[in-house]
């Protein structure tokens, strides 16, 4: 149940958080192109989508807790407490899902800058279809799906 398990509402709320900062670092990184502004942004939500598991010792000697948590927490804890162990396992987690955000995000880029162009290349034949149509007959017929303009004096 997500109200019973506390764990469970813990990572739905960082999800969400999550969200919202990297919709904002987006919205923010608006002076960019397109292209640096995608690689940070995924590059950001590798970073903070990578989980990692973690062991903290409890009071009880020998018992430990294990669970996950997101790589970067790990990664920063293991970094305060100088455990070299953790924060190199971490950090490597943490790296690798930034590389793999990061050629998300060009992947991305990629795609729409495709799509962008065969629009454009579309709209520049489009274009010179209608010019050189335009200086033959100056107006579009019914036939041909276009729309008529009214004329007066006639």
């Known amino acids: 149940m997500l109200i019973g398990n506390s764990m469970s509402s813990l990572w739905m709320i960082y999800i969400a958080l999550s969200l919202v900062v990297l919709l904002t670092g987006y919205l923010g990184l ?10 940070i942004t995924w590059a950001v939500a590798g970073v903070m ?12 000697d020998g018992e430990v807790y294990r ?19 953790v924060l190199a ?8 899902a930034a590389v793999l955000g990061a050629l998300f995000g060009i992947v991305l880029w990629w795609f729409g800058h495709k799509r962008r162009v065969r629009k454009a290349e579309e709209a520049r034949a489009q274009a010179r279809r209608e010019q050189a149509g335009g ?20």
Not at 67 to 82: D, I, L, S
Request: no cysteine; aromatic share 8%.
């Open 49 to 60: 989508w990578m989980p990692a598991a973690f062991e903290l010792p409890l009071t009880d």
């Open 30 to 39: 608006a002076f960019l192109p397109r292209l640096p502004r995608l690689v």
């Open 67 to 85: 669970g996950e948590a997101p790589g970067v927490m790990v990664a920063a804890v293991a970094f305060v407490e100088h455990n070299a162990v």
């Open 135 to 154: 200086e033959d007959e100056p107006s579009v017929s019914r036939a041909e799906g276009g729309r008529r303009e009214p004329v007066l004096g006639q």
């Open 89 to 96: 396992g971490s950090g490597m987690k943490v790296v690798f």
